[in-house]
């Protein structure tokens, strides 16, 4: 929630909406049954996620868009796919850090984004 919180600040600042975006990633090879109920069950913590996103744009009068996108690919495809499509001027991705030396480097999803994207990229830890 901090990436959305900062995503809403600069939104605020220019007068600009945000576009939040939640990737789930399903496994390319799984039952359909089993696929199924990971994709529900995945669906039903993205809505959770996006609500939340949406109560602190609203918090903040700042208009709001959420979508949740499912793929078996990459999940830095799926969101720079979908900066591309929704023509996004700014990306904000988090970043996650651990206490060991893993901690100095960009979570493999932010760089990845980074690396790919078409648009301005920030990074919030």
Known sequence: MRTVQRAIEYAKLIGGEVVAVHVVQLP????????????????????????????????????????????????????????????IDLLVVGTRTTRDVTKLMLGSVAQGVIVSARCDVLVVR
Do not use: F, W
Request: glycine share 4%; charged share 30%; hydrophobic share 40%.
């Open 28 to 87: 390319e090879y799984l039952a359909e049954d089993a696929m199924k109920k990971m994709s529900e069950e995945l669906a039903s913590r993205a809505q959770k996620a996006l609500e939340s996103a949406r109560k602190l744009a609203g918090e903040a009068a700042v208009p709001i868009e959420s979508k949740s996108l499912e793929t078996t690919g990459s999940i830095v495809g799926a969101i720079c796919d979908a900066a591309s499509t929704e023509r």
